[in-house]
C-alpha cells in the first residue's frame, strides 16, 4: 500500500484499516507513521469482493483524519475452479474438450494429469501437449460454457481407458495443487489412436461404362466417422494418375 502525505505531520501514527463486504467491523491492516509512504499487507487468503479500505491518521488535539479508496477491492486468493463439459467416451490422438470456469476466474495456464487406473499415480501431460483456447483470443468464440477449449496431443499416449483431472491457474498467480491419490477424476475416457480397419473387394466382372458397379466393403462401422468417401486414380500407359473423388 502506498499514499502521499499532503500537508500532515509524518510523525503522526496512521492506521489502516478494512472492512468485508457487507460488514459493519472494520479490521485493523497496520499502524505505521504517516511519513513511511508505503507498507506490505498480506491480505486474507480468500476470494472477496467489495472489501473497503481507509487510512486513518491519528490525532491528539482533535479528530482523525481519515482516506478511503473511491472503490471497493476484490481479493482472489484461491485457484480457479473448473469443469469439464461434455467429455466424450473416446478420444482420438488428437482432441478438443470443452472447459468452464466456475467461479468466473480469468485463466493464464491449464495443466492436464491422467491415469490409466484408480490404484496409479496421476502423470501430467507435457506443456507441449496442451493448449489452452479461449473467446478473448477469438479462437472459440460461441462455445457454450462460456467457450473456454483445451486441445490435448496424445499421440504419444498408449491406447488405454484413462480418468483425466484438469487443474487451471489463474492470472493472478494463484496455482491449484496437483492431483493426489485421493483426487476424484474429473472424467474418464478411452483413447482410440487406431485407425479403423477397412476392407475393399472388387466383383469378379470388369467395369464397363454406363453400368453399375459394385464394391464390398468389411469395415468397423462404429469406429468410422461417416460418409465414407470413395476414391480412384486413372492409369494410362502403367502410370497411375493423381486420385480423385468417385
Known sequence: IQWRNRGLDPE????????????????EVAQTKLGASKLTWTIPCENLAGCWLRARVLNSDGPDSQAQLPQPLTFDCVPPEIR????????????????????GASLGAVRVFLRDAPENEWKPLDAGQVALHSPEVGTASGKPDGGLQVSLDLREVAEAEFEIVVIADDTFGNAAPAPSS????????????TPPGLQMEVGPHPWVQGFRAQLH??????????????????????????????
Open 217 to 246: 466393403l468389411q469395415a468397423d462401422w462404429s469406429d468410422i466417422a461417416q460418409p465414407v468417401s470413395l476414391e480412384g486414380r486413372r492409369i494410362a500407359d502403367g502410370v497411375p494418375g493423381a486420385w480423385g473423388e468417385l
Open 12 to 27: 503522526k501514527d496512521d492506521v489502516f484499516e478494512w472492512r468485508r463486504p457487507n460488514g459493519t467491523d472494520r479490521q
Open 182 to 193: 485421493t483426487t476424484e477424476p474429473q472424467g474418464r475416457f478411452r483413447l482410440d489412436r
Open 84 to 103: 469439464l463439459v461434455g467429455l466424450p467416451q473416446v478420444l482420438p490422438a488428437t482432441a478438443t474438450v470443452q472447459l468452464a470456469v466456475e467461479d
